[in-house]
């Protein structure tokens, strides 16, 4: 699926005027989408203001910052690693969450473990077959076709993009959200309803389906209170991986899994990959790149001091899911749509120092690093969270379900901690090199030989055990 | 989106869709506005679009209350009467359950 290049992003925006980097002015335009750079604290750096009034301390006045730019360096090591733990916990709580929705609803409702029959028109080959050469054969067919499908599309989002075809994407990830949050949850809800024995009347149904699926739309595409959109992205990549699961066949499910994660190293690092030249195209354009297929977790907000002396809002979120089926999107980058057209720079207090008060016209996203004792202030930016796109949700929850679905609890929770700890080592490898990382292969290659190491060896392990009632 | 950040303008704005919107058959959206916006109308100091936030906040939740009161009041009759109802009872249901009623 589309939504695996997932780019982790880390968005640790380098907040300052390293003040250590002595007295040149300071105004840095990076513009940075995706790097997240070394986070900065922001204790001691200033705000200039261009003619606003005096620059706003962050919490230590002038005199000390001499002093304090020594422990800035200092803390700037720690600040990193604070982050890391912070934003690794940001991350697993969303992607728990989806994976237990989805563990919970395969050992609950019937329908998804049911094998119907029904394929997706991109896995045609049947896996029912005679032979195990035959299946074999049939699911590297299948999974062919289907990654084939995805880097087509990517390779179609990529030159859309790049051609400025704004509305034809946007409506396209619209209509694949409409789809996912409308008919999708309709068989869910028919399925749990079926499971539970439980009679519905349509007015109900029709009254909770519209209402579900419309705010849905309004907080995923438009505004709506974080929480609420984040749980909304949860949903659907559940729901998504629920899909996978039902309908694709045992072998080629898995190996789809291995063969997505590899191609989302390549499409993400090689240089010619159309992931890799999206996120490049963003970033000369110095544009945020699609008010979906991500999740973030927090807003961020900049603020312009100069012009207009309000905060000005960059909505952050707006993720989307995008991709039911019939239209696999392309793995979607997480990059840092907050970016668009800002280049931040705080007027450094070199330059306070210096006595030149130039003015700020940008405004730099930064993690806040205030004492909490300090109400923030005007200048403040939010912290920036850490994102990733549903794609990744999407393959982790169906790998742990289909975990669940074949094996018993063991398996299933052996590939939900082998899923997080690759998630950590994902956001340790990007706070180390602070570019937009694939998040699924490493998970997925854990994930996979705790399945497979799990099912076929530890299981019958434990099954002997419990046999012969020998505790170890 | 933070509301704290948004100038109060905004927020008023924001505010006043929700509420509107609301009456396309959506009080979920109704509920999303009272949860949302009760801090900005009750909890904060005063300032100018407050008045107003709280009028949509209180009227979102009348709605709401109204919705909430149909919706148990109709479910209570159709989950007791279905079996009763024999043929319209199941041309309404959207799921039969299994098993005798």
Redesign the interface.
């Known amino acids: 699926m589309a939504n695996n290049a997932e780019d982790v992003e880390n968005n640790f925006m380098q907040g300052q005027p390293e003040s250590a980097a002595g007295p040149e002015p300071r105004q840095q335009q990076q513009q940075q989408q995706e790097g997240g750079t070394r986070l900065r604290t922001r204790g001691g750096s200033g705000v200039g203001r261009g003619e606003g009034g005096g620059p706003e301390q962050n919490g230590h006045p002038p005199a000390a910052r001499p002093a304090v730019q020594e422990a800035e360096e200092d803390e700037d090591e720690e600040m990193t690693l604070k982050y890391g733990a912070k934003h690794v916990i940001m991350l697993f709580v969303p992607v728990t969450l989806c994976m237990a929705v989805v563990v919970a609803t395969i050992k609950s409702v019937g329908f998804y473990t049911r094998k119907d029959g029904q394929r997706l028109i991109y896995t045609p080959f049947p896996e029912d077959t005679d032979t195990v050469g035959q299946r074999a054969v049939n699911s590297i067919l299948n999974a062919t076709i289907m990654i084939t499908v995805i880097i087509v599309m990517t390779l179609v989002l990529v030159l859309l993009y790049k051609y400025r075809c704004y509305k034809v994407i946007h409506g396209w990830l619209f209509l694949s959200s409409l789809f996912l949050l409308f008919f999708f949850s309709y068989i869910y809800l028919?399925e749990v309803?079926?499971t539970y024995?439980?009679?519905?009347?349509?007015?109900?149904?029709v009254?909770v389906i519209?209402?579900?699926g419309?705010?849905g739309m309004?907080c995923i595409h438009w505004?709506?209170?974080?929480r609420?959109?984040q749980a909304y992205l949860i949903m659907i990549s559940a729901l998504m991986a629920l899909v996978f699961i039902k309908y694709l066949p045992e072998w080629t499910a898995w190996l789809i899994l291995a063969v997505i994660s590899v191609y989302d190293l390549l499409a993400v690092l090689c240089p010619k990959g159309p992931l890799r030249i999206l996120v490049e195209t963003a970033q000369e354009r110095n544009e945020p790149i699609f008010p979906a297929l991500i999740y973030s977790s927090t807003?961020v907000?900049l603020v312009n001091m100069a012009d207009t002396g309000?905060?000005r809002?960059e909505?952050a979120?707006e993720t989307q899911e995008a991709a039911p089926e019939p239209a696999e999107s392309p793995p979607p980058l997480s990059s840092p749509q907050d970016d668009g057209g800002f280049t931040p720079s705080w007027v450094s207090q070199q330059e306070h120092q210096l006595g030149q008060l130039q003015s700020t016209e940008e405004t730099r996203r930064q993690i806040q690093q205030m004492p909490s004792a300090r109400p923030p202030a005007e200048e403040d930016e939010?912290e920036r969270g850490v994102k990733l796109g549903l794609g990744d949700f999407i393959f982790y929850s169906m790998l742990v379900g289909k975990a669940a679905a074949s094996g018993d609890w063991n398996t299933t929770l052996a590939c939900f901690v082998a899923i997080l700890i690759g998630l950590c080592l994902t956001l340790l490898l990007l706070a180390i090199f602070k570019k937009a990382l694939p998040a699924l292969p490493i998970s997925i290659f854990f994930g996979l030989v705790f399945y497979f190491a799990t099912d076929n060896l530890v299981r019958p392990f434990m099954d002997k055990l419990a046999l012969h009632q020998f505790y170890i | 989106?933070?509301l704290e950040?948004?100038?109060n303008e905004e927020k008023l704005i924001?505010c006043r869709k929700y509420y509107l919107?609301g009456f396309?058959?959506?009080?979920?959206?109704w509920l999303?506005n009272v949860?949302?916006f009760f801090r900005e109308a009750f909890v904060k100091p005063a300032y100018t679009e407050q008045l107003q936030i709280k009028a949509y906040v209180k009227w979102s939740a009348v709605g709401l209350l109204f919705w909430v009161a149909v919706?148990t009041t109709?479910?209570t009759i159709?989950?007791h009467f279905?079996a009763q109802w024999g043929e319209v009872g199941d041309s309404?249901?959207?799921?039969?359950?299994?098993?005798t009623p």
């Open positions: 028919q309803f079926k024995n439980v009679a519905m009347d349509y007015f109900t149904v009254i519209w209402n579900f419309v705010v309004m505004k709506g209170p974080l609420l959109q807003m907000w309000g905060p809002r909505s979120e939010e | 989106m933070n950040r948004l100038p924001l919107g396309a058959f959506l009080p979920f959206l999303v949860v949302w919706l109709w479910i159709f989950q279905r309404l249901s959207f799921t039969i359950p299994l098993g």
